[in-house]
């Protein structure tokens, strides 16, 4: 029987870097500005003073210290706060797909392949930043792939749903090859006036290669992939192409992401162990079977919780790896980066299990095994 295999990876993370302090400076004195400047609404009781952030807070309740960024000074600016990025123009490589292929590249240089040795591409984030065509068609035209491509969008978990449809084409033999690639960046959807959301995000790219193999192949076998929903409103991000007409009546509205973060929290870290859990008894899997997971990075106390009711002990630095304190929360990146960064340790017949979770809720699960 044909095998799927997780041949190689690649990760990019941009140089520019956000630090606690650096942000929340930048958010109070927004938030200073504003209540000065509304202070007699604000005195009259009809409009809400907006509340000042705090890097100890941050630190404390999501575990993130930093965050990489992919331009920084637009951020800080009180009065954008959101990267600056240039505009290109139609025949230019788009800023995404240049991003994207930060990522990509290390991972064909690890495999040794050329865009040429692909069935098709699939770029799997939370946004695209167009609607057509795909950026995965883009992407097909840079790096020379000649089969399909799609995009789609499963928020954080997105880059564990495109596994599994890889994996799904690959084993009912659609494919032989497969490229998965994650390119967040989410510090342009962040709303960075925002204080229930501004700390969350960091920027970075993912790129997986799945492909048909044999028990010689080189690589991680993938035993098994499974996804599921629950519809959630409680984390969402409004930027779509119904703004221009819905909100032109109200240019002051935030148009962005937004969340009820202890809803999200209670809810996903029941849901995600669910998901992962149904995964490993298809496979005939018990948590002591299982050496490490990589979970999705959006807070030190998920990954905690989430890691002791997969692996049915208590978390540990190696058993459940976590990277969210330096990157921030980097949406379906986060996972890939995770295992890229913490599995060259395992040793042969060693299994894991990549659980990712998110807005939806979705949560994608992957359960790998080094060959
Ligand atoms: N700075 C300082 N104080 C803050 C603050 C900030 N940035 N944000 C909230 N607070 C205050 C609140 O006002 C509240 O004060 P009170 O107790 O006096 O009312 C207190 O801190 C606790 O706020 P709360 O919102 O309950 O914090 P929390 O413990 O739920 O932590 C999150 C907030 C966002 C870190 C946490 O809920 C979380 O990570 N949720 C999951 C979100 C997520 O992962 N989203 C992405 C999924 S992929």
């Keep these: 029987m044909v095998k799927t295999i997780l041949r190689a990876t690649g990760t990019y993370v941009p140089t520019p870097e956000i630090s606690n302090a650096e942000l929340v400076a930048s958010f109070n004195a927004y938030s200073e500005r504003f209540n000065a400047q509304n202070a007699d609404a604000i005195a009259a009781g009809t409009l809400e003073a907006k509340p000042l952030s705090s890097a100890d807070f941050i630190e404390s309740a999501s575990g993130i210290k930093n965050r990489h960024v992919i331009e920084k000074d637009g951020i800080l600016d009180i009065d954008e706060m959101v990267p600056r990025i240039t505009p290109r123009s139609w025949d230019e490589t788009s800023v995404q797909a240049e991003f994207a292929m930060k990522a990509i590249t290390p991972a064909l240089e690890k495999a040794g392949y050329t865009g040429a040795d692909f069935d098709g591409i699939i770029v799997a984030s939370s946004a695209q930043q167009r609607n057509f065509p795909a ?46 690639v994650s390119p967040e960046i989410m510090t342009s959807i962040n709303v960075h006036s925002r204080r229930e959301v501004h700390f969350i995000f960091g920027d970075a790219a993912s790129a997986i290669i799945v492909e048909a193999g044999d028990a010689t192949s080189s690589g991680w076998e993938i035993l098994g992939t499974h996804t599921k929903n629950k519809f959630s409103n409680a984390l969402r991000s ?37 998901v992962a859990a149904e995964l490993m008894s298809r496979l005939d899997l018990a948590p002591a079977d299982i050496h490490r997971t990589w979970l999705h ?25 976590a990277i ?17 960064m913490h599995s060259e340790d395992m040793a042969p017949g060693e299994t894991g299990v990549m659980c990712a979770f998110g807005a939806g809720y979705g949560v994608g699960a992957a359960a790998v095994r080094k060959m």
């Design 297 to 321: 990075q959006a807070n030190i106390r998920m990954v905690d919780m989430i890691a002791k009711r997969i692996l049915g002990r208590d978390r540990t630095p190696e058993n459940a790896p």
């Design 324 to 340: 969210l304190h330096e990157y921030g929360n980097t949406s379906s990146s986060s996972v890939v980066m995770n295992f890229e």
């Design 238 to 274: 409004d930027f779509g192409f119904i703004n221009r007409s819905e909100y032109v009546a109200d240019p002051d509205y935030e148009v962005g992401l937004d969340q009820d973060g202890h809803r999200v929290f209670k809810d996903v870290v029941s849901f995600a162990p669910v």
């Design 135 to 180: 950026l995965a068609s883009e992407l097909q035209g840079l790096i020379g792939c000649e089969g399909w491509s799609f995009d789609m969008t499963m928020a954080c978990a997105s880059a564990l749903y495109g596994l599994n449809i890889a994996h799904t084409m690959i084993q009912s033999g659609q494919a032989r090859r497969i490229l998965v």
